[in-house]
């Protein structure tokens, strides 16, 4: 079945790092992708999507572009704050397994230090 | 900016007892969702619901869990019977077509603590 695999944290950068967070996926047609960002103590906010292959989706400075030759779709940001601490969640959804479920990755939690 | 309301942030009940959780959906929105994500693990989808009646669950919403939309406004979810193994956060979301091309707008979540 459709499976979204994400790079382990927890992550620890300096503030102005780059920031690359790795999802890969497995879909038996052609799925949405999304990226979802978890804030402490937070319900999980839609960062960014992209519905289609070379599609870049991108908000807030964070970008990531829908590879369907490696089924991928890589966060990235050029320079994190600390505002950026939280935990970031692939996700994908297909209409061809179904229109309403999104199957999300396990989280990478990130820390941006000063 | 427009947002999904859910109630209370935070319960905590006896196993065995039944606990409503509710969602304010926003208004526009015509399709709603529950997840949930147990500690430490991912977050699961439960329930989706559409014109009044559920489109999709997982295997996980057995006959424990049901959801409504009573009165056009709120969408709850209802567990009869809780476990422990019911602890978790669930979130409910909502949009305003499907997933797949929208994404969802989450509620900020309840925390269910079964005791």
């Known amino acids: 079945g459709d499976s979204v695999t994400q790079m382990e944290g927890p992550v620890t950068l300096s503030e102005e790092a780059f920031l690359t967070i790795n999802c890969t996926y497995t879909?038996?047609?052609?799925?949405?992708l999304f990226w979802y960002v978890q804030y402490p103590g937070e319900g999980l906010q839609l960062l960014l999507k992209?519905?289609?292959?070379?599609d870049k989706g991108s908000n807030k400075g964070f970008e990531a572009t829908y590879r369907k030759e490696t089924t991928s779709f890589h966060l990235e940001k050029g320079s994190v704050q600390v505002s950026d601490s939280a935990v970031y969640f692939c996700?994908?959804?297909?209409?061809?397994?179904?229109?309403?479920?999104?199957?999300f990755g396990p989280g990478t939690s990130l820390s941006v230090i000063p | 900016e427009p947002e999904v309301t859910q109630t209370p942030s935070h319960q905590v009940t006896q196993m065995g007892q039944e606990v409503i959780l509710r969602c304010v959906p926003i208004s526009n929105h015509l399709y709603f969702y529950w997840y949930r994500q147990i500690l430490g693990q991912k977050v699961e989808f439960l329930v989706s619901f559409y014109n009044n009646e559920i489109s999709e669950k997982s295997e996980i919403f057995d006959d424990q869990f049901s959801v409504e939309r009573p009165d056009g406004s709120n969408f709850t979810l209802k567990i009869r019977s809780t476990k422990l193994e019911d602890s978790a956060m669930y979130f409910c979301?909502?949009?305003?077509?499907?997933?797949?091309?929208?994404?969802?707008?989450f509620g900020s979540g309840t925390r269910l603590t079964v005791v």
């Open positions: 979301a909502s949009t305003k077509g499907r997933a797949p091309l929208y994404g969802y707008t």
């Open positions: 879909a038996t047609g052609y799925p949405s």
């Open positions: 992209a519905t289609k292959a070379d």
């Open positions: 996700a994908l959804s297909e209409v061809a397994t179904s229109y309403d479920k999104v199957i």
